[in-house]
């Protein structure tokens, strides 16, 4: 009985899921109960607010990004965006700063604000958006008929699980994921590839890129132009990169112990077993640099040599400040989300976009709504939009486990997460690290990046750049607008907070592609011939042309 009971729970807890974008209902009612408990017993502040609220603001703000255009400024719509502006800054006060509420309380109760103002931004409705009402009379109301029709097929589109309009422009193997290659290994969790060499002398280490199995590896192998990948083969190195299966309701049960021990440890070997009596130089980005980190503690404590430096892009350590991704994560939120992986075997990647695109509405939901669906201008996606669109699935047990035991219980940077059944410690790690933050990253802050610098005392370069998660990585030579920031902390020494970084740092113009090459080559030893493809004597002959079989499963 309490198994069909647990089987119910889950059942209503998946259909709210659904509905609800992934959200705990329990979790929402926590904070508001929170915040309204101690708003209604403090009646001072109460009645200090709506004073203050019926006096008409000291001085006017700039607008938000979507109500800056000169059309706002005349009447009616000056009146619409006014009041929306301020009473919308007004109610945020409100719910802020209230003595007593639980701080992880208020940021999800005025995130649920920010939400509601997001959609009822006169800016969403023809009537009250001059700009949509002057298109409309410009094109005797083509753009709205064009917009319903765009509208209609983004819905069915959604509906059905297809890709957004354009999308299919940019396939890997033809259009993007272009570098060649050879898959020479494949396991149930990942295929490795090996890029063909193009100098006729490589640096000796090779270089293994872990991505994220949040999206498809493919990100750092875009276009020609903008492939970290390619530009790194280009400049002399060997490079491997693993490309994760999109795992299904079958695959509920890998945990992060077989994404170390399928993903990290078998490609090591394979890499290894092509180029033997060689240490590798390991760069992770994102979840596959968290995952990179764990593998090289371990190794570190288990006395393995097995790495020549190791490369963190945009990749958290230490959790305590992980940004507003962390609205998502509190016990009540990961019980109710543990329910919903459990019924259907995984996270879903809709319901991982939504909870991304929710962290910056205006820009990333409506925005792009009202461009499309009423002014009936479709903007055509290029190959980084694309990608983002083609989102990967994340399997129950691997997830609970990581946001339980990193974001929850911060368990890595505490020396309390185990691999093998040991706790592993990043102090363990010996080698050198260039550690890089994006400057306007959302999923992993910049100082939260930078916190790997209280972890471990080895030689690390911290480099910040400009743009954001995915931008800031996607940052080939020739990106106009593009310069960083680098501070070396040699080992040993004196910790630099993260505002003293921002004075004793050195400023480059450009990308920041060019100072990893550099810095990867002064940690290898002297050129030599390229491997061959593979190892076929040692098991790993080559299999397919990369970007294999596993990066196009749907």
């Keep these: 009985m309490t198994r069909q009971h647990n089987e ?27 915040w309204a408990v101690h708003f209604a017993t403090q009646p001072g502040r109460g009645a200090g607010l709506a004073l203050h609220q ?98 209609t097929e983004d819905l069915l589109r959604g509906t059905f699980g297809m890709p957004q309009a354009g999308a299919e422009a940019f396939r890997p193997g033809h259009e993007v994921a272009l570098t060649p290659g050879k898959v020479i290994m494949r396991n149930e969790l990942v295929e490795l590839i090996q890029y063909a060499p193009s100098t006729p002398t490589v640096h000796a280490e090779p270089v293994l890129v872990v991505s994220a199995w949040i999206m498809k590896y493919y990100v750092l192998d875009l276009s020609p132009h903008n492939s970290l990948i390619r530009y790194l083969v280009g400049q002399g190195h060997t490079v491997f990169a693993v490309s994760w299966k999109n795992p299904a309701a079958a695959d509920a049960g890998f945990g992060m112990d077989d994404y170390l021990r399928l993903g990290i440890r078998a490609s090591l070997d394979a890499v290894e077993a092509v180029v033997p009596g060689h240490r590798v130089h390991a760069l992770g980005y994102c979840l596959g640099g968290t995952l990179m980190a764990i593998a090289a503690a371990a190794m570190a404590r288990d006395g393995e040599d097995r790495l020549a430096s190791l490369s963190l892009l945009a990749a958290q350590t230490d959790f305590t400040e992980p940004g507003e991704i962390g609205l998502f994560i509190d016990e009540s939120q990961l019980a109710f989300l543990e329910d919903v992986m459990a019924y259907q075997g995984f996270l879903g990647a809709a319901q991982m976009a939504a909870a991304f695109q929710s962290l910056r509405p205006g820009e990333l939901i409506w925005a792009p709504l009202v461009r499309t669906w009423l002014l009936g201008e479709r903007q055509a996606p290029n190959d980084l939009m694309a990608w983002n669109a083609d989102g990967t699935r994340m399997p129950y047990r691997m997830h609970a486990d990581y946001l339980r035991s990193l974001f929850l219980e911060n368990a890595l940077a505490e020396g309390r997460y185990l691999v093998d059944g040991r706790p592993v410690s990043l102090g363990d790690i010996d080698v050198a690290v260039f550690l890089l933050g994006t400057r306007t990253d959302h999923v992993a802050p910049w100082r939260s990046v930078y916190k790997f610098n209280l972890l471990c005392d080895s030689d690390v370069s911290f480099v910040l750049t400009e743009g954001g998660h995915n931008a800031g990585i996607v940052s080939e030579p020739g990106h106009a607008h593009r310069s960083y920031r680098v501070l ?8 630099v907070p993260p505002d003293d970084f921002l004075e004793q740092s050195r400023e480059v113009e450009g990308s920041w592609w060019p100072g990893f090459h550099q810095w990867l080559a002064a940690q290898s030893g002297p050129r030599r011939r390229p491997p061959a493809l593979g190892a076929p004597r040692r098991g790993l002959a080559p299999l397919c042309e990369a970007p294999g079989t596993y990066v196009l499963m749907r």
């Design 8 to 34: 119910l729970d889950r059942l209503l807890h998946a259909a709210w899921g659904r509905f609800g974008g992934g959200m705990s209902p329990a979790a929402l009612m926590l904070a508001w109960s929170d």
């Design 54 to 151: 019926a006096l008409p603001l000291a001085s006017p703000q700039e607008p938000a990004a979507r109500l800056a255009a000169h059309e706002w400024a005349a009447w009616p719509f000056c009146v619409y965006r006014e009041a929306f502006e301020s009473g919308g800054r007004r109610l945020l006060e409100l719910v802020r700063d209230v003595p007593g509420v639980d701080r992880h309380h208020e940021q999800l109760v005025a995130f649920t604000v920010r939400q509601w103002l997001e959609m009822v931004s006169p800016a969403n409705f023809p009537a009250t958006n001059p700009q949509v009402l002057k298109k409309a009379a410009a094109t005797a109301g083509m753009s709205l008929l064009t917009g319903a029709l765009q509208g």
């Design 488 to 495: 070396r902390r040699r080992r040993h020494g004196a910790y």
